[in-house]
């Protein structure tokens, strides 16, 4: 059997020939279930402005449900559902604004600034101490080990020569 494609949007899957995908992908099903997957990641000021510009979907409202489903070109929003989104979309708004220090919140650019002017010099690498490396026990009689197994010292780190040895 060939290889099969497996359309996560239309949870199908078909034989993996370059026709077969380009009819799946320019089908309107696929169209809309692509569409439909990132409505979801909409924001909230962009779906607020989208539904308040639409007129309510009649059958929506007196059914609970409409054939055209999310297609449909009439607002599937009732009127709570509109005034919990602008809820949302000014407490979003407000919590911009609302950054500053006194509000409880630190301002993001004050914590960087604060960083880089506070952070400590860069110290010289004779200040620093390094680790040491004890090579174990077993491998203290092998004296032909290869270069990963050698104890890491900082003569090691800097001598290059060593890795043209691994080959």
């Known amino acids: 059997m060939g290889k099969r494609y497996y359309c996560d949007y239309c949870d199908r899957s078909f034989k993996d020939d370059p026709e077969a995908r380009k009819k799946h992908l320019s089908s309107l099903q696929h169209v809309k279930n692509r569409a439909d997957h990132y409505n979801t990641f909409k924001d909230p000021e962009v779906i607020l402005k989208e539904e308040s510009s639409k007129v309510p979907c009649k059958w929506y409202m007196n059914n609970g449900e409409c054939a055209f489903g999310l297609g ?96």
């Open 72 to 167: 449909c070109r009439y607002s599937h929003y009732t009127p709570p559902m509109i005034w919990e989104l602008q809820c949302l979309v000014a407490m979003k708004n407000q919590s911009k604004l609302n950054l500053a220090p006194e509000n409880g919140w630190p301002n993001p650019d004050d914590i960087i600034k604060e960083y880089f002017e506070n952070s400590p010099s860069t110290s010289s690498s004779e200040d620093f101490t390094y680790p040491t490396w004890h090579r174990p026990l077993e491998l203290q009689n092998y004296s032909m080990l290869p270069p990963s197994l050698w104890p890491i010292t900082p003569e090691s780190l800097t001598n290059t020569t060593a890795f043209t040895e691994w080959g």
